[in-house]
C-alpha cells in the first residue's frame, strides 16, 4: 500500500518539488520544473513511477525514523537509528553559486553518526506516467537516464555512481550500497535536463552544494520579517509556501501534486501545479507584511502582465509560464493506493468566479498601501476590473468552490463588494482612474442585496447561496475583508461550527462529509474570523489545537480526516499555509498582547 501524505516532507529549489517519505525513498519528483511529467511518480504509480531511495538495508521493523529541516531552511535530514548504529541523510535541491542553477540538481549526503550501518540507494526511473519508456544510455562521461525528453545523471562521493541493473517489467535501475560508518561521509545526487543539453556535476561541487544551499535558506529566514506569536511556526509555513513559488516567473502553485484524492471514492482529483488568481491575492498580502519585496514584486508583475496578456476576461487560473491551463487529461495508471484519476490539467479554468474580481483588486491594493506605485496599464486594467464587476455581479457563478452548478453564492457577492470597495479606495488614493461614485453606489447595492438573500435569520447565519438553506464556510474569508466584523458573523461561525465543524476541523460547506474530508484552511479561517469579531480565547484555543493537526515536520495537506488525522489530497497546499499565516498575522494584530504570552 502506498505511504501515507502525511508521510511526506517537502524539498524545493524554487521551480521542482521533491517528496521524501519518511523511509528515505522520494516518491515523487518532476524534473526540472514542477509543470513537467515526473520521472519519479511512486506516489501515483506503484507499478511503474519510479522513484530515487536512500535507506538503511535493514527491515524497516529494524530501525526509526527522525526527521526535521535544518533550522531556518528547506534542507531535510532523516536520521536512521538502528540496534548496530544511526546514519544520517540530508537532502536538498540545490541552488547555484549566484542564483537558481539552469538545472535540477538533488543532493542526498549520507552522513555516519554512530556504529555502523549498512545503507543501500536505488535510482529507479519511472515511466512518466505511463508517456515514456525510460532507458540508462552509457556515454563516455558516465551513464545517463532518459525518459521522453527528461535526461539526468547519478554522481556520488566515495562510492562512485553504482551499475545499471533491469528486472523485467520493473525497467531499468542504477542502485548500490555501503556501509555508513560514525564519521563516514557519502553522496548520491542526480542533474537534470529537459530537452536540453545535461551537464555533469562534479561530486565536490555538489556536495558543498549542499551547504551553500542551507546557506542560502538561512539567509532568505533571516530577511523574513516576523515578530509575534507562533514566530518558529510562522517561519515554517513560510518556508513551506516559498517552495510553491516557481522562481522563473514569480508564479505560485497552488500544490506541489496533482490527483492525490480528497476521498476514498475518487473523482476529486485534480491537477494543483498552476497559479490561482485568489492564492496568489493571499499570499501577496502576506509577503507584503514580511517584507518580502522581491517575491511580492515577482509575483504581482507576473500576474498582472499574463493578465493583461489572455485578456479581457479574468481566468481562474494560469500556468506557472503564465499560459491558460488546459483541459483535464487522463494518465492511464492506478493513483495513490489505487484511487484514481490520474490528470494534468484542471477543469476549473475557465469558469466564472466572482470573487477573482476582489481577489485581484486586494492585491493591488495591499501593494500600494505598503508604499508602490501601480503602472499606467495596470491602473487602467484595474479600472476596467471594477466597471465589470459592476455589471456583473448579478450574475449567478461557480463560486470559490470551482462547483459544476452555476448559483448566486453569497461569498461571490461578497468578494465583490470587497472589489468595489478596494476600487474605491484605490481611485481615492489616486492610485487608479475611474468613477468612484459609480463604484460605491454598485458596492452599496451588493451590501443591500447579501443582506436580502444572503442572510438567514432562522440559521443565524449567512448562506452558501441565494434560495437555499446550506452554509458554506468561505464566507468566513470576509470577517478579515471587513465586510463583517460584527453579531451576524460572529452568530455565522456558530451556524458553521454546529453543521460543519469536526473538533477544531472544518468542511467546506453543507453535505461535504459525504463526499470529503475536512479542509484545512476553512479551520484557520475560523480562527481568524474568531479574531475579527473579538472572541478571542476561543481563537487562541482553537489555534493551539490546529497546530497539532501538521504532520511531522510541520506540513500541512489539503484535507484532514477528522477521525483518523490522516492527510488527504494535494500536498503541500498553498491555501492551508496561507490560512495559518493569515490566522496568525490577524491574531497579532487584533488579540491584546497579555492573551499572547507564551506563544
Not at 500500500?1 to 516518491?27: C, F, H, K, Q, W
Not at 514566530?231 to 502553485?253: D, H, V
Not at 486594467?381 to 448566486?408: F, Q, S
Not at 461571490?412 to 461614485?437: F, H, R, T, Y
Request: glycine share 10%.
Amino acid at each position: 500500500m502506498a505511504r501515507p501524505i502525511e508521510s511526506y516532507a517537502p524539498i524545493g529549489d524554487g521551480r521542482t518539488v521533491a517528496l521524501v517519505g519518511s523511509n528515505g525513498r522520494i516518491d515523487w519528483l518532476p524534473l526540472p520544473n514542477l509543470t513537467n511529467v515526473p520521472v519519479f511518480a511512486h506516489l501515483l504509480d506503484a507499478d511503474t513511477g519510479g522513484y530515487f531511495e536512500v535507506a538503511p538495508d535493514l527491515p524497516e521493523t529494524e530501525y526509526r525514523t527522525e526527521r526535521r529541516y535544518v533550522p531556518g531552511t528547506n534542507v531535510l535530514e532523516t536520521t536512521f537509528v538502528a540496534e548496530s548504529g544511526s546514519v544520517r541523510v540530508t537532502d536538498a535541491l540545490l541552488v547555484g553559486v549566484s542564483g537558481r542553477l539552469p538545472w535540477a540538481e538533488l543532493a542526498r549526503r549520507v552522513t555516519g553518526i554512530e556504529g555502523e550501518v549498512p545503507v543501500r540507494w536505488a535510482v529507479h526511473p519511472g515511466t512518466s506516467l505511463q508517456t515514456a519508456a525510460p532507458w540508462i544510455e552509457a556515454t563516455a562521461h558516465g551513464h545517463v537516464v532518459r525518459s521522453g525528453a527528461t535526461a539526468f545523471t547519478v554522481v556520488g562521493l566515495e562510492h562512485g555512481p553504482g551499475e545499471p541493473d533491469s528486472d523485467g517489467a520493473r525497467g531499468p535501475e542504477l542502485e548500490g550500497g555501503f556501509t555508513a560508518r560514525a564519521g563516514s561521509r557519502h553522496l548520491i545526487a542526480i542533474a537534470a535536463t529537459h530537452d536540453e543539453p545535461l551537464h555533469f556535476p562534479k561530486p565536490e561541487n555538489v556536495d558543498a552544494g549542499i551547504d551553500r544551499t542551507i546557506e542560502n535558506w538561512r539567509h532568505w529566514s533571516h530577511v523574513f520579517s516576523y515578530d509575534g506569536p507562533y514566530a518558529e511556526l510562522m517561519q515554517r509555513n513560510a518556508l513551506a509556501l516559498k517552495l510553491l513559488i516557481y522562481s522563473p516567473t514569480g508564479a505560485i502553485a497552488a500544490a506541489a501534486t496533482t490527483s492525490l484524492p480528497e476521498n476514498p471514492e475518487g473523482g476529486k482529483n485534480w491537477d494543483y501545479r498552476f497559479a490561482w488568481v485568489r492564492d496568489l491575492a493571499y499570499t501577496a498580502h502576506s509577503l507584503v507584511r514580511f517584507g518580502l519585496r522581491e517575491e511580492t514584486q515577482a509575483a504581482l508583475s507576473w500576474m498582472l502582465q499574463t493578465i493583461r496578456k489572455h485578456g479581457p476576461e479574468l481566468q481562474v487560473m494560469y500556468t506557472l509560464d503564465g499560459d491558460l491551463v488546459a483541459g483535464p487529461q487522463e494518465h492511464h495508471v492506478a493513483g495513490w493506493r489505487g484511487i484514481g484519476p490520474v490528470v494534468s490539467g484542471n477543469p476549473a479554468s475557465e469558469q466564472l468566479q466572482l470573487g477573482v474580481y476582489g481577489d485581484l483588486i486586494a492585491i493591488c491594493r495591499t501593494y500600494v498601501d505598503a508604499g508602490n506605485v501601480l503602472d499606467v496599464a495596470t491602473a487602467r486594467m484595474l479600472a476596467g476590473i471594477a466597471d465589470r464587476t459592476c455589471d456583473l455581479w448579478r450574475n449567478p457563478d461557480a463560486g470559490m468552490w470551482e462547483l459544476a452548478v452555476e448559483r448566486h453564492y453569497i461569498s461571490s457577492k461578497m468578494g465583490c463588494w470587497k472589489a468595489l470597495d478596494d476600487a474605491v479606495a484605490l481611485v481615492e488614493a489616486a492610485a487608479i482612474p475611474g468613477n468612484a461614485s459609480r463604484w460605491r453606489a454598485e458596492r452599496d447595492r451588493i451590501r443591500a442585496w447579501i443582506d436580502a438573500h444572503g442572510w438567514s435569520e432562522e440559521r443565524g447565519s449567512y448562506l452558501f447561496y441565494a434560495g437555499g438553506n446550506e452554509l458554506d464556510a468561505s464566507v468566513l474569508l470576509h470577517a478579515p475583508t471587513g465586510f463583517d466584523r460584527g453579531e451576524r458573523m460572529s452568530s455565522t461561525i456558530d451556524a458553521l461550527s454546529d453543521e460543519l465543524g469536526a473538533g477544531p476541523l472544518l468542511y467546506r460547506y453543507s453535505g461535504a462529509e459525504r463526499e470529503e474530508h475536512t479542509f484545512v484552511a476553512c479551520a484557520f479561517w475560523r480562527v481568524e474570523a474568531l479574531a475579527c469579531v473579538g472572541r478571542h480565547a476561543e481563537a487562541l484555543e482553537l489555534m493551539e489545537a490546529l497546530v497539532e493537526h501538521a504532520n511531522d515536520v510541520g506540513i500541512y495537506a489539503e484535507m484532514i480526516d477528522a477521525e483518523t488525522g490522516a492527510a488527504w489530497g494535494n500536498t503541500p497546499q498553498a491555501l492551508s499555509h496561507l490560512a495559518f499565516l493569515g490566522a496568525a498575522m490577524t491574531i497579532h494584530d487584533v488579540v491584546p498582547p497579555d492573551m499572547l504570552d507564551g506563544r
